[in-house]
């Protein structure tokens, strides 16, 4: 199974939203509901902040929204803050003829300017 | 609270053993699915493997099939990751995590802080 893709960075000033996407192949993102997202502060233990593409977990902010479209999935953070700066990842269940395994993406480093 | 945390990670030569322990506390371990995933230095997480909450359906990664072996003793709430012929690749920081579901898989909702196994000679 190959990796999910997503881009290396992404940068937003305080309050602006900001877009990662999340691009996989119909043999996970396209076709499993199971796409999941990680904020991860180095250090840290990870944090799932959306799970089942759009569910957020109890205590998660409402700034943290998850969508799809076809072969991506797409975390969009609103209101950015100084704390949202971290590494997200995007993480699917994938599929093939012989096996199921969990992907994720190499991530993408959040900066807030 | 719900806690996660893993031990037994090391400094171990190449072709050697390690056996991870992660000890789950505060929620019902046996009724929920387990895995391990893991972070190489300066790389992205790689999921590793997942066990059901009663040992039924377990899945690996492609890189450690018959290498590594995943179980659980729910007596003891405790998750396990038996590593056999290391290699300097699998050297990363090993991260247990609870699932949100039992029989099968889902997420990785709840993650320990890591342990971390070195590989070298």
């Known amino acids: 199974q190959s990796a999910l893709t997503q881009p290396a960075s992404v940068s937003g000033s305080p309050g602006q939203s900001i877009t990662i996407s999340c691009t996989g192949t119909s043999s996970d993102v396209g076709t499993y509901d199971l796409v999941s997202w990680y904020q991860h502060h180095p250090g840290k233990a990870p944090k799932l902040i959306i799970y089942e593409v759009i569910k957020r977990p109890s205590g998660v902010s409402n700034r943290f929204s998850g969508s799809r479209s076809g072969n991506t999935a797409s975390l969009t953070i609103s209101g950015l803050q100084a704390e949202d700066e971290a590494d997200y990842y995007c993480s699917s269940y994938a599929g093939s003829s012989t096996s199921f395994v969990f992907v994720f993406t190499t991530g993408t480093k959040v900066t807030v300017l | 609270e719900v806690q996660l945390v893993e031990s037994g990670g090391g400094l171990v030569q190449p072709g050697r053993s390690l056996r991870l322990s992660c000890a789950a506390s505060g929620f019902t371990f046996d009724d929920y699915a387990m895995h391990w995933v893991r972070q190489a230095p300066g790389k992205g997480l790689e999921w590793v493997s997942g066990i059901s909450w009663n040992s039924g359906t377990i899945i690996y990664a492609d890189f450690v099939k018959g290498r590594f072996t995943i179980s659980r003793d729910n007596a003891k709430n405790s998750l396990y990751l038996q590593m056999t012929s290391l290699r300097a690749e699998d050297m990363a920081l090993y991260y247990c995590?609870?699932?949100?579901?039992?029989?099968?898989?889902?997420?990785?909702?709840?993650w320990g802080r890591g342990t971390m196994v070195t590989v070298s000679s």
């Open positions: 995590a609870k699932d949100i579901v039992g029989a099968g898989f889902d997420t990785f909702e709840i």
